[in-house]
């Protein structure tokens, strides 16, 4: 069941905010030289799949979990982006090919080796990432894999309709901040 409304939320998303991601593509297309960001990312039974994205970060960011990237990296537009989740727009393909569902745990990279093993260990990967969940809407990022992982456990064991529609709602109306940037960390290659 809940296929099914992935499939039209995230239809009917691309077709009604197209205007909206056409003008953010040739927003970031000019500030970055690139109208989409691709990413390996690590998705059900941990196979890895490409997640697409708005750019946020500036062409010399290194490829490293959000939470470890320097916050002097983060474009003009990127700020705007992330703070009312624009860059999340483009997951909707994502959604609409399988890769992804509206509502799961947060795709994480092939080198977030503590993290990848925290959610293997409590069966997190038996489901599909999500573009928001439990986590996101209680402000908890990838710097802590271990309560992060125990919030995904949590979610994908009790993930129901009602449960997928609440956590959408409380996406919307924007509970949540997404993945805190420390702009004291340093920038790292």
């Not at 941990?46 to 959000?66: L, W």
């Not at 038996?126 to 990838?142: E, F, S």
């Amino acid at each position: 069941m809940i296929r099914i409304f992935d499939i039209t939320i995230s239809f009917l998303a691309l077709i009604s905010l197209l205007p909206v991601i056409s003008l953010i593509a040739i927003v970031c297309f000019i500030e970055v030289g690139s109208a989409f960001f691709f990413q390996k990312r690590v998705g059900k039974n941990k196979k890895n799949f490409t997640q697409i994205k708005f750019p946020t970060m500036k062409k010399e960011a290194p490829t490293m979990p959000t939470h470890l990237i320097n916050a002097n990296l983060i474009t003009k537009s990127g700020k705007i982006m992330r703070r009312l989740k624009l860059d999340e727009l483009p997951q909707f393909y994502n959604v609409l090919k399988g890769d992804m569902s509206i509502v799961g745990y947060r795709p994480c990279l092939p080198c977030q080796r503590e993290l990848i093993e925290e959610r293997e260990k409590r069966g997190v990967f038996n489901g599909l990432p999500g573009i928001t969940g439990l986590a996101q809407v209680n402000n908890i990022d990838m710097s802590d894999p271990r309560q992060l992982a125990r919030y995904d456990e949590l979610m994908v064991k009790n993930l129901n309709v009602k449960s997928y529609f609440r956590f959408i709602l409380m996406t919307i109306i924007g509970k949540g901040f997404g993945d805190r940037i420390d702009s004291k960390i340093k920038d790292r290659e």
